[in-house]
């Protein structure tokens, strides 16, 4: 409401014509937007309860190659969205204090105080992220309640004022209006309309924490509290300006319309919803960047469980990304109607996006025209939400677009550096495993060469024709021997199923070399080492594999022996040949790889005995230099 006030630009363009008209918008946005696309048509797009344009792009990224474009502009708006909400949200409530009197005590004086109080909340509630946030969950339902029945509540209270708008509730007063005289901004109302409901993609990539039954029970309650408090406010708009009340635009009708007995009390309330709001964007982004790690899109980042409820988890890096973007956002705007200008452009795209994914999953169920006809009606819409929120580019938007790209880039390199590193991988590079059991059986019984572990865990991807890299045994038979009893050569596998957990396992026609096949989902625990050693006890008790009896020992009739797990980290060498593009993708790749988190802490091996070993990454041909013999120095003949 804000924001459309300011749309009014003075107190005689806001005439009930206005006020109705962008009431109507509001409505049928929430209704179209919110209710029919993500309520009705997108929680249905659940992958095992988990929702979120990752998860859906997991459903349906086997239809079509180029769809991971869409899920990577998609994730990197959204991200950049987790940005701006906690700023723009704990801003706006904090606000509500400004010149507020207690007694003869002012509470917040000026500007000045609103960004310190602001910058003090969103601190803690960084700082908290670390030790789980169960608490602000159990919170969440008891407050919420209490905040929306206060909406509603006080919503009803100055409808009474003037019921006329009511008549906000036919489409034809919204459509009316866009291409009215009294409507000075035209389509560019548009703009400021979608602000109510931005955040309808964060509900869906919160489905897997809040549940998808909760919401079609909850859902109905909200959404009437929010038309009830969002009506009240016109009608006390249109009420205050009638008796020339209003002397000007820069006010909050929202918290103008409340008794002054309520305004502490709301302002409280109001700052609690916008913890509760901004928690929910926070574990969110988690959320989102742990899929996206499981999906390949993003680098491997250390991922912690403060709490043992599988859907609490807390990304450091992540966090105090947010965390130092989020202050920079309430420094740089300074007041909310500054960050109400920049904030929804980025969303706009990420809900596009959503909208061409949720295309392919629905054809999969029912016919494409229907399909098309379905979700062509949210492409129009939000196509010319998009088109409404560009003028806010200039108003601030651009700060929510960079880190959008900045987001995208990372995304763009790690993913497409992966992609391009396989595809022009030389053949020369990849050998078969097959044609080293021989050399791999001799080694393990020759007792010439020294013992140097029971078991040899080579962390690298296996194929199904057994193609590897050269590398990898060249690190067992040439750079130093390593005589062992088994040799294990471990590919992790992620599936599009959010917790999948199993294992198969191919032994070559051997005793001690095995294949093995972890298939984890993208939100599964990657713990290598409590799998290998559960792997390796039922391969003992169905006798695939021998005990490995150990004579020194703290534990009574140990069959398991000791490991060693080699870890390739591959370094682009200089003598590589290929295009300048190509070049910079890998490089870009290696280097996130290796400034991100290490090997040893995404597969939980920081107490296991690791070995990394470094090795040239050799891509195309090779520059071999060719030295010409011209002269040889020979001392006795010369003589």
């Known amino acids: 409401m804000n924001a459309l006030i300011g749309d009014a630009g003075s107190l005689n363009k806001l005439t009930p014509k206005f006020i109705i008209g962008s009431l109507s918008l509001i409505f049928w946005t929430l209704m179209m937007v919110t209710t029919v696309k993500y309520v009705l048509f997108a929680l249905r797009a659940s992958n095992k309860g988990e929702g979120g344009i990752f998860a859906l792009f997991a459903l349906v990224k086997k239809q079509a190659k ?12 959204i991200l950049a969205d987790g940005t701006l909400t906690p700023a723009v949200t704990v ?22 105080q609103v960004i310190f109080w602001t910058l003090t909340i969103l601190l803690i509630l960084f700082l ?42 036919s489409p034809i007063y919204g459509l009316t209006f866009l291409f009215s005289k009294a409507n000075p901004v035209g389509i560019f109302i548009l703009g400021s309309v979608f602000l109510a409901t931005t955040g309808a993609e964060a509900l869906y990539s919160d489905m897997g924490h809040v549940g998808r039954k909760n919401i079609y029970v909850t859902w109905p309650f909200v959404y009437i509290a929010l038309i009830l408090n969002y009506f009240g ?24 319309m409340l008794p002054s007995t309520f305004k502490i009390s709301a302002v409280v309330l109001s700052t609690f919803a916008a913890i509760i709001a901004s928690q929910a964007l926070i574990t969110g982004s988690f959320t989102l960047v742990e899929e996206a790690i499981g999906l390949k899109i993003l680098p491997r980042l250390r991922v912690i469980h403060p709490s043992l409820s599988r859907g609490q988890i807390y990304i450091a890096p992540v966090n105090w990304i947010l965390a130092a973007f989020t202050t920079g956002i309430v420094l740089y705007f300074r007041s909310s109607d500054r960050m ?63 880190i959008t790209l900045l987001i995208l880039l990372v995304m763009v390199i790690w993913f497409y550096g992966n992609r391009v590193q396989n595809n022009i991988l ?72 959010p917790y999948t957990s199993y294992y198969n396992v191919d032994m070559m ?24 050693r559960q792997v390796v006890q039922e391969l003992m008790d169905e006798d695939i594999i021998d005990e490995q009896p150990q004579k020194y020992t703290t534990m009574k009739k140990r069959v398991v022996g000791d490991f060693c797990f080699v870890l ?24 996130l790889q290796n400034h991100s988190t290490t090997p040893l802490q995404w597969f939980g091996l920081e107490f296991s005995d690791v070995r990394i070993e470094k090795v040239p990454l050799f891509l195309k041909k090779r520059r071999t230099p060719i030295l010409v013999q011209e002269t040889i120095f020979n001392p006795k003949k010369n003589k």
């Open 66 to 77: 180029w769809l991971i474009i869409p899920a990577l502009i998609g994730g990197a708006a």
């Open 509 to 532: 026609g051997t005793r001690n070399i095995v294949n093995l096949q972890l298939f984890l989902g993208f939100k599964a625990n990657h713990n290598v080492n409590l799998y290998l």
């Open 340 to 402: 109400e200008a920049a904030y929804g452009l980025a969303i706009t795209v990420t809900m596009l996006m959503t909208t061409i994914l949720l295309y392919h999953f629905i054809k999969s169920k029912i016919s494409p025209v229907m399909a098309i006809l379905a979700t062509g009606v949210f492409l129009i819409i939000e196509s010319i939400f998009f088109f409404a929120s560009i003028v806010k580019f200039m108003h601030g938007g651009f700060v929510s677009v960079i």
């Open 128 to 169: 908290i992220q670390r030790f789980g946030t169960g608490f602000i969950g159990k919170a969440f339902g008891p407050v919420m309640v209490i905040w929306f029945s206060f909406l509603a509540i006080f919503g009803i209270m100055n409808m009474t004022s003037d019921w006329s708008v009511l008549r906000a509730l």
């Open 568 to 591: 390739i980290q591959e370094l682009l060498s200089p003598n590589t040949q290929i295009e300048s593009w190509r070049r910079l993708l890998i490089a870009g790749r290696i280097f």
């Open 233 to 256: 406010q016109g009608a006390w708009l249109i009420n205050q300006n009638r008796l020339g009340h209003l002397t000007n635009t820069n006010m909050n009708p929202f918290f103008e």
């Open 426 to 497: 030389d053949e020369s590079e990849t050998v078969s495993l097959l044609d080293y059991r021989d050399q791999l059986k001799q080694l393990a019984n020759d007792e010439s060469i020294p013992f140097f572990m029971s078991n040899v865990v080579i962390l690298a991807k296996v194929s199904k024709d057994y193609s590897i890299k050269r590398e990898v045994l060249y690190s067992i038979l040439d750079k130093q021997p390593k005589r062992a009893k088994v040799y294990w050569f471990v590919t992790v596998n992620t599936t599009n199923e």
């Open 91 to 112: 801003t706006s409530a904090i606000e509500g204090l400004k010149g507020l009197k207690v007694g003869n005590k002012v509470l917040v004086a000026n500007q000045d």
